[in-house]
């Protein structure tokens, strides 16, 4: 038995260099190249989200907990931090600062602020590549002041900040009975 398993990973192994030679495994894409990917698919699903909430439920929580942050305060956070952060990769003035977007509640407002936000947001990524996105740029913390940062990881917590509250998202429009975009028939 120890033999015959010696010999399947025996031949395995020897047929991983072979594969390689002959170019049949996948290309790797470049990091920059998958954080584009992925930010353009939460893009849209989080764009589809703030349009598809009927307005009669930007005021809700999924509880009675008022530390819980709204519908609308979600989408206005969101556009507040896709605005902070692309701003700090891109090295820039946040053009969003002067706007406290999780106090709007009109659902028309916070859609254009969100789609403003991630239409800018897109230049920052689609600026990145593997040879920048280890520069050093100046991140904002919560209380203003900045820190040194790489301009990747700028992005990188955007997607994840992104991700975090679309999931939160979803479960606001489950509660509703509506089908979060990430869902949709394709």
Request: charged share 25%.
């Amino acid at each position: 038995m120890q033999k015959a398993v010696f010999h399947v990973l025996l031949g395995f192994f020897l047929a991983l260099p072979a594969g390689a030679q002959t170019n049949q495994q996948p290309a790797a894409k470049d990091l920059s190249a998958w954080l584009r990917n992925s930010y353009a698919s939460n893009r849209k699903f989080l764009a589809r989200t703030a349009e598809k909430m009927p307005e009669e439920f930007y005021g809700m929580r999924p509880g009675a907990q008022p530390e819980v942050r709204t519908f609308a305060q979600l989408i206005g956070h969101l556009a507040n931090y896709n605005y902070r952060w692309c701003s700090d990769a891109k090295g820039e003035k946040n053009p969003g600062e002067e706007t406290d977007f999780e106090k709007v509640t009109a659902k028309a407002e916070l859609v254009k602020a969100l789609s403003s936000a991630l239409t800018y947001c897109d230049g920052a990524y689609a600026a990145l590549t593997d040879a920048n996105s280890m520069d050093m740029v100046q991140g904002t913390r919560d209380d203003g002041t900045k820190v040194p940062v790489l301009r990747i990881s700028r992005l990188i917590l955007n997607l994840a900040h992104d991700n975090e509250h679309y999931g939160n998202l979803v479960t606001y429009m489950r509660i509703k009975s509506i089908v979060p975009p990430s869902s949709e028939p394709r």
